[in-house]
């Protein structure tokens, strides 16, 4: 499909411009004279996963939770994007922005809609994405799984089912198999951790009632008693079943493609203690578990995804400091998070560092762009303490639908209107990719 249709000829044009316009934004950022080459390599990019972005996932079990009643959404994903047929609009705007790589999603629902039954033409629909990816001069950071399960998965009890890991490293050596050689990086999960991340969180009597009636409400539509859904799940049973899944799909993907680099992504929040010190290592154990031993025995990279930093006392998680400036999902806007995670990772886990997701959800874009350059600020000084980072990947390229959010939360380099589907880049489009052309961090 040509990048001259919903992004519209105008706005290429006037985004070549912006990009042509570099040296004077990038003269207006605050961090300009501190700024360095990028390393050799450095990967510059956008993220996006399938769900989020391509729009009547039907097979998937969020599609299910989405729809039925009561749920936990706020709307449906819908249309989303429409990035299942317009994905070279998204790798032009990428292009045009000067990126040197994308992260997106193959969605399992799609390639294997019903158990032991996988579909040569998704198969060849992902072909002809990732292809298209590349002859934008994007390499293809590729996930697996971005909190989505097929439908059948869930209902026969998703990570929770003891035959899980087989079931989910089948999935991914038949991708690697059909579609690795198109790769340039693949992790397994998208935030492996999300469960333990979610039991942090303080939960209202509300909204505990509200998550136990939608549950039963999927349980009443599918038949199916142990209907498991990933991030409402019981992390205590799907973590460890989740981690054999990893292992044994990092086999099936190095099998299939040895030269392929497999890593693994976490949520890795910034933990900080409101109350004595020795809480930090407390909830950090809480979030991660095992998780490090395994992106330490298993993971070519280790994919940082920072946005905030959450604080604890000993009754548990605090609000942000009075007066914090609160982004629109409701946390703290706390850029220098970023960089006090990649310096845990690089002492925890000691792989490769990539910045897989970064990212901020405002109204005011001079907002993004001021917090990107902070969080940019932060990814140079971990260069240049000589912790190993390769990428900066922000999150994300579109504003697009947000799980229970719905669409009224907007991370997105580029806004796009729900009826016409046209991508319209902000201002910190621009930014970025003044930055990005310059190659400077």
């Known amino acids: 499909m040509s990048g001259d249709g919903a992004i519209g000829r105008r706005a290429l044009i006037q985004a070549a411009a912006g990009v042509a316009a570099a040296p004077a934004l990038l003269a207006n950022t605050s961090a300009a004279t501190q700024r360095k080459p990028a390393p050799g390599g450095f990967l510059w990019g956008a993220a996006i996963s399938a769900h989020q972005s391509e729009g009547n996932n039907t097979n998937s079990d969020a599609w299910l939770a989405e729809n039925i009643r009561p749920t936990l959404f706020k709307e449906r994903s819908g249309d989303a994007c429409d990035s ?68 059948w998965f869930a209902k026969r009890g998703g990570f929770e089912a003891s035959d899980a890991p087989q079931l ?55 038949g199916a008693p142990k209907f498991s859904r990933l991030a409402f799940a019981d992390p205590a049973a799907t973590t460890p079943i989740m981690q054999q899944a990893h292992r044994l799909a990092y086999a099936a993907i190095k099998a299939a493609r040895p030269e392929l680099p497999v890593g693994i992504t976490l949520t890795t929040q910034d933990i900080q203690s409101a109350g004595a010190p020795s809480l930090v290592a407390d909830y950090e154990r809480r979030l991660y578990g095992d998780w490090i031993d395994v992106a330490r025995s298993h993971a070519d990279f280790f994919g940082v995804q920072c946005y905030t930093r959450l604080r604890f006392d000993e009754h548990g998680m605090v609000a942000p400091p009075e007066g914090a400036e609160l982004t629109l999902s409701g946390y703290e806007f706390y850029p220098q998070a970023l960089a006090n995670t990649i310096r845990w990772a690089h002492r925890t886990i000691g792989k490769p560092i990539y910045v897989t997701e970064s990212g901020v959800a405002v109204a005011d874009d001079a907002r993004r762009i001021a917090f990107n350059d902070r969080a940019l600020d932060g990814v140079r000084e971990c260069l240049d303490e000589g912790i190993s980072v390769h990428s900066y990947i922000y999150w994300s390229l579109l504003d697009n639908f947000e799980w229970t959010s719905g669409y009224a939360v907007p991370f997105g380099l580029a806004a796009v209107d729900r009826q016409s589907f046209k991508r319209t880049p902000r201002p910190s489009a621009f930014h970025f990719a003044a930055i990005a052309r310059a190659n400077l961090i």
Not at 184 to 209: D, K, Y
Request: proline fraction near 3%; charged fraction near 20%; charge should be negative.
């Open 168 to 222: 989910f490293a089948r999935y991914c050596r038949t991708v690697a198999e059909r579609l690795g050689g198109l790769m340039h990086l693949v992790t397994t999960f998208n935030e492996a951790n999300i469960g333990l991340l979610v039991a942090l969180f303080p939960q209202s009597e509300a909204g505990a009632a509200l998550q136990r009636e939608a549950q039963a409400a999927l349980v009443a539509a599918t």
């Open 84 to 151: 299942y047929h317009r994905y070279d609009e998204d790798f032009a705007l990428a292009e045009t922005l000067g990126l040197n790589c994308y992260r997106l999603g193959i969605e399992w629902a799609r390639i294997e809609p019903s158990e032991g039954h996988f579909s040569n033409a998704e198969l060849d629909h992902y072909a002809r994405v990732l292809t298209a990816c590349r002859k934008r001069g994007l390499a293809p950071v590729v996930t697996l799984s971005h909190f989505t399960v097929p439908l």
